[in-house]
């Protein structure tokens, strides 16, 4: 009881040091670290040592994956592939299903790029379609805003389920991983239209008839076709590596689990990206900028990842599974340690605020906690991950960077915000978390 105490007042240490008192993440985990460790009777030195270890090991695993996947991202964005990607997909579908499409919209674009980039990036579409339509700009704000913000916590290879997938020791399993996310992506996305489209009539108190929308990036002419292959071939990639147990054939077996490599896939995508798309003004290549921009990006979420990794570390040594089942906690019962996945994320979320820094978080104490054993099961570990994520988007208000950015791109008061976005990740989050039960029950 003593040990749950000290984990209990270190993660609120983290909380509060992290979003009032603004001190870094990683020197929040190191204390926090040593405080659980020395609760525990582990000693200042190794204490130091286990975190280190953790902080060592997963960026060894996932930590160029990660860098890889931000300078995709900064690809797709420098070269306004999102924004071509987007627009077609609106005039192809946007007419008859607004809401829908321009959730759809955001998922799609939300894969490569990371959410609030992504918002802004799109914005101009959604003023425009609000301008074209007669809609409330709220109802593409809204659609737009959810759709980016599932992808970003939902789907690899963004860096939280990245990260998370890498604790969890499921960093060669990404496609299973990234089917689970799709399919809870599905009742998420439909949720997300559904409440967007309450609010075609309710427009903003900042509302002008009169605006003019910012349409300078739809008339940049980029390739629709190489910007959806630079997308899709490192998904399909990473999905077919997990259809190695249907072929016998050990060469073709081989084939499959190269192919399926994260780090042979999104380099693919990358490779057919910087052959095709170029700066949209200037032609030039966007190589360059890509590694450099996505390197200063990856920086932040690997100190994190790693550090999380590191307090995770810590955990495990202390046995927390044991000393559940002292208070009765059915290990047996997948359904309660998804319960368990889930709080812990949505609490961390709605405390400081980061979505990714909850995951990482949550994931470090929900896999010192969880049964070794039944994270034997694949499955059931993608679950969990997905689990995370859905509390991880439970909920998005005032102490969330992405909440800002979508209440002033949209023009909106904090109540109205508040009443409109942070309500939509709350039963984003409900419905992804439903979503993973009925799988769990199914699967």
């Known amino acids: 009881m003593q040990i749950l105490i000290h984990i209990f007042l270190a993660v609120i240490w983290v909380i509060v040091s992290t979003s009032k008192l603004k001190i870094h993440p990683l020197i929040s985990l190191i204390i926090a670290s040593v405080w659980v460790g020395l609760g525990s009777g582990m000693g200042f030195i190794q204490s130091l040592d286990e975190f280190s270890k953790g902080f060592g090991s997963l960026i060894g695993q996932v930590g160029l994956i990660i860098v890889l996947g931000s300078v995709f991202g900064v690809l797709l964005e420098k070269s306004y592939a999102a924004v071509a990607i987007a627009h077609s997909l609106w005039v192809r579908f946007g007419k008859k299903f607004p809401s829908l499409s321009t ?3 955001g998922a799609v674009v939300g894969v490569p790029v990371f959410c609030d980039s992504g918002f802004i990036l799109l914005n101009p579409i959604g003023k425009s379609l609000a301008k074209t339509s007669g809609f409330s700009p709220l109802t593409f704000s809204l659609s737009l805003a959810g759709g980016l913000y ?3 916590i939902l789907i690899p290879p963004t860096p939280g389920p990245l990260a998370v997938s890498g604790i969890f020791g499921m960093e060669q399993n ?3 991983v990234l089917l689970i996310g799709l399919a809870t992506a599905i009742p998420v996305i439909l949720v997300t239209a559904w409440w967007a489209g309450k609010f075609k009539k309710k427009f903003p108190e900042s509302y002008q008839e009169d605006f003019e929308p ?3 990036n739809l008339k940049v002419k980029v390739s629709v076709f190489w910007s959806v292959m630079v997308i899709a071939i490192p998904l399909i990639m990473i999905t077919i590596g997990n ?3 249907f072929f016998p054939n050990e060469l073709v077996r081989s084939f499959f689990l190269i192919c399926g490599n994260p780090l042979v896939a999104i ?3 990358l490779l057919v990206g910087f052959m095709t798309l170029k700066q949209p003004i200037s032609g030039s290549s966007l190589f360059s900028i890509s590694f450099t921009e996505g390197i200063k990006i990856a920086g932040p979420i690997l100190v994190l990842t790693g550090a999380g990794a590191g307090f995770g570390a810590v955990l495990k040594l202390l046995n927390l599974d044991l000393i559940f089942q002292e208070f009765n906690f059915n290990s047996d019962s997948g359904a309660v340690w998804l319960l368990v996945c889930f709080g812990l994320a949505a609490f961390l979320k709605t405390a400081q605020g980061s979505s990714t820094s909850a995951m990482i978080i949550a994931a470090s104490i929900a896999l010192s906690v969880i049964p070794s054993g039944m994270l034997e ?8 991950i997905s689990a995370i994520g859905a509390g991880a988007m439970t909920v998005s208000h005032a102490n969330d960077s992405y909440f800002w950015i979508v209440k002033e791109f949209t023009g909106l008061t904090v109540k109205e915000a508040l009443q409109s976005y942070t309500m939509l990740t709350a039963l984003m989050g409900v419905t992804a978390l439903l979503t993973v039960l009925i799988f769990y029950w199914i699967l």
């Open 103 to 105: 959730s759809f919209m």
């Open 267 to 269: 380099g693919a995508g």
């Open 243 to 245: 259809l190695t147990v």
């Open 150 to 152: 599932m992808s970003h």
């Open 214 to 216: 910012q349409e300078q």
């Open 377 to 384: 099961n694949q499955v059931y570990t993608a679950l969990c």
């Open 174 to 176: 990404l496609g299973l």
